[in-house]
């Protein structure tokens, strides 16, 4: 008790530095939300951000887990069909070269299907109303924040599943596919990050959260081309699995695999039911669902006040 | 100059509960505001549109001068909002939660580093801000959460039950240290259900009660409304039914007494309304050696808040208390707070 009762030393609490910013945000009658992209958005990013990396130094279990997952992927899956009959894949020479393609973005996939859950943990705990009560550029400094933290993991795991890949005989691509590998990769995951977040936002509880990452998870796997080629499937999984935007970038990830200098945008890489889709076309599709995403979610995230 | 705090029949429902029906009220500027009343009343819903969490149905809610709903971003930057329950990250220290909150508020990188050194060292945070937020004691925690709060030096601090769950140092503490800011111009607006805490903190209050503000002014006009001197009186330490009966008798025949009520749940004690500045305490006294009953124990004071609460709801806080209790779904209200608006 004797420290409350002991005055405490007079402390001065006067900031001119503090006093003109003050001025600056406070004073008037309207002042604008800075917006999207601007600074004030990016440094409210990047403290988000540097958050999510905080933890993971502090907690690298995530990470550790997110690298076993598809070396065991690789490794054991693979396995199980290393003794098929070469071109029974397609043009590959083994499944392990076949496989690859598929295990990158069903890895980056699962992660940034997680991304919400951190942000739903945040609102279970009430921590999430720090960024709400505080005046933020956009709030899609939240999506940013968790999208730049995913695709970092992300771009760890593609690097280790290419590593192991090209270690266990599936070959490299050449450095202008491994590029668009990246871009295919980021792609998908900024789209996904963004609906997870908004589930984080629209469901009432973790458990919801996990039932449907839970749900979503493997019948995306296996109603996409990861594992086994379109033409292994009945016509009405081809129509499905030609619908399943992972498939729009497995595919063009597997023909640059399969390719290597010899690629192009027109390329087709994909036999759908219902069309030839080229490269070019892929990856329109893949920017498109991003974009759909993001749109998706702007509702929720403002939550009227805004 | 605009009032700190203007609220102006703010209305909200959560489905089909109207968790605010009518609240009104302004704060002036360096003044500590209390919101008092049962759990349930509709208090953190109030402060929540305040604070932008969830949107009013109706009503205006300014601060100082800003509209929460037109123009959310300024009033953001005037408020700083300190949660009932202490959230932080755990994996990460002091520091690194104050370096966030600060670019929450878009701190210049100067501001912003000379604003945490002194916030560490006025909440006398200096030994652990470099050591994880998880290693805190609850006194801790709530000094850290005082210190975000105050990190962009926000006009109006509005804190949500600031003591519940802490141990009596550190509410002293909290109370000691909210003067010292209304001291230095901060405006503070606080809800709580505990008496004490309003009556000893507040320059004026607000009681509310089902969603409706019932009485406002200083502790002082609200005590003196209600008038009269209470006196509570033990015949014995547990006192027979008989005895409390005949006592009760006897006293409420006297001039200066308005009412006695016999308080079971305190081993039959004597609570009597009696008229402000007479000697009742001695005519009381004297009525009892006269009838030749004993007397254990005797104080006077004044009314407090609760008989302000008692006098407009006929109930008193505890009541009203034991009551919400029973009948609040807190699942579906921590549902509904976590959807927002």
Same mark, same amino acid.
């Given at each position: ?16 530095? #503090? ?46 887990? *997110? ?20 071109? #029974? ?12 393609? *598929? ?29 709400? &009560? ?9 999506? $940013? ?26 070959? #490299? ?15 998908? &995951?900024?789209?996904?990050? $963004? ?34 080629? #379109? ?17 729009? $970038? ?40 991003? *974009? ?15 | ?6 609220? +102006? ?53 300014? !601060? ?15 408020? @700083? ?9 755990? %994996? ?14 878009? %701190? ?10 002194? %916030? ?28 975000? @709060? ?18 009596? /140092? ?50 002082? +006009? ?38 006695? !009520? ?34 254990? @124990? ?22 009203? /208390?034991?009551?919400?209790? @029973? ?5 579906? /209200? ?8």
């Amino acid at each position: 008790m004797s420290t409350t009762l002991t005055p405490k030393p007079q402390l001065s609490l006067d900031n001119p530095d #503090l006093r003109q910013w003050k001025a600056q945000v406070s004073n008037g009658s309207t002042v604008a939300t800075p917006g999207l992209l601007s600074s004030e958005f990016w440094q409210e990013t990047g403290a988000m951000t540097r958050r999510l990396f905080i933890q993971l130094q502090r907690r690298p279990s995530t990470l550790v887990a *997110g690298v076993i997952q598809p070396v065991m992927w690789l490794i054991l899956f693979g396995a199980l069909f290393q003794n098929v009959p070469a071109g #029974l894949f397609g043009d590959s020479s083994n499944y392990g070269q076949f496989l690859g393609a *598929g295990i990158i973005v069903f890895t980056a996939f699962g992660g940034a299907l997680n991304a919400g859950l951190p942000v739903m943990f945040d609102r279970e705990f009430g921590f999430l109303n720090r960024f709400l &009560v505080a005046p933020l550029a956009s709030r899609y400094s939240i999506v $940013a924040a968790s999208a730049i933290f995913i695709a970092a993991m992300s771009m760890v795991q593609t690097a280790v599943c290419i590593s192991l890949s090209a270690a266990l005989g599936a070959g #490299l691509p050449d450095p202008a596919g491994l590029a668009l590998v990246v871009l295919i990769v980021l792609t998908l &995951v900024l789209g996904v990050t $963004a609906l997870s977040l908004g589930l984080s936002f629209a469901l009432p509880g973790h458990i919801g959260q996990v039932a449907v990452i839970f749900v979503t998870n493997l019948p995306l796997l296996f109603s996409s081309t990861a594992l086994v080629p #379109l033409s292994f499937m009945p016509p009405w999984l081809q129509v499905v699995a030609s619908l399943n935007p992972l498939s729009y $970038a497995i595919e063009p990830i597997r023909y640059i695999y399969l390719h290597p200098g010899n690629w192009g945008l027109g390329s087709v890489v994909m036999p759908a039911p219902f069309a030839e889709v080229t490269l070019a076309a892929a990856l329109a599709v893949l920017i498109g669902f991003c *974009g759909m995403s993001l749109a998706l979610i702007q509702p929720l995230l403002r939550r009227r006040i805004a | 100059m605009p009032p700190a705090v203007l609220v +102006e029949g703010l209305k909200k429902c959560y489905g089909d509960v109207e968790a605010v029906r009518d609240v009104s009220f302004t704060i002036e500027p360096g003044e500590i505001f209390g919101l008092l009343g049962p759990n349930g009343a509709g208090k953190t819903t109030t402060i929540r549109c305040l604070c932008t969490l969830s949107t009013p149905d109706a009503g205006k809610v300014e !601060i100082s001068g800003a509209s929460v709903l037109v123009n959310p971003a300024l009033a953001r930057q005037r408020l @700083g909002y300190i949660a009932q329950d202490v959230a932080l990250d755990k %994996m990460l220290t002091g520091r690194e939660l104050l370096q966030l909150q600060a670019a929450l508020y878009h %701190m210049p990188r100067k501001v912003a580093r000379d604003r945490i050194e002194q %916030m560490i060292a006025l909440l006398e945070l200096t030994d652990w801000a470099d050591k994880k937020s998880g290693t805190y004691s609850g006194g801790l925690k709530k000094r850290l959460d005082l210190a975000m @709060g105050l990190l962009h030096q926000p006009d109006v601090l509005v804190l949500d039950e600031p003591t519940v769950g802490l141990d009596i /140092e550190t509410r002293s503490d909290v109370w000691q240290f909210l003067r010292q800011l209304r001291a230095a111009g901060t405006t503070v607006l606080l809800t709580s259900h505990y008496l004490e805490e309003v009556d000893a903190l507040s320059d004026r209050v607000a009681i509310i009660d089902q969603g409706k503000v019932i009485a406002v002014g200083t502790p002082n +006009e609200l005590k003196d409304r209600v008038g009269g001197d209470r006196i509570t009186l033990r015949i014995r330490e547990f006192t027979p039914d008989g005895e409390a009966d005949q006592a009760r008798t006897l006293l409420q025949a006297l001039a200066c007494v308005e009412e006695v !009520i016999v308080n079971e749940a305190q081993g039959n004690s004597l609570n009597l309304v009696v008229t402000a500045q007479s000697d009742a305490l001695m005519t009381v006294q004297q009525a009892l050696k006269e009838a030749n009953l004993p007397m254990f @124990g005797i104080s006077q004071s004044r009314p407090s808040l609760d008989d302000v609460y008692l006098a407009a709801t006929g109930r008193t806080l505890m009541d009203a /208390e034991i009551a919400a209790a @029973g009948s609040r779904d807190l699942k579906a /209200e921590r549902k509904q707070a976590m959807k927002g608006s």
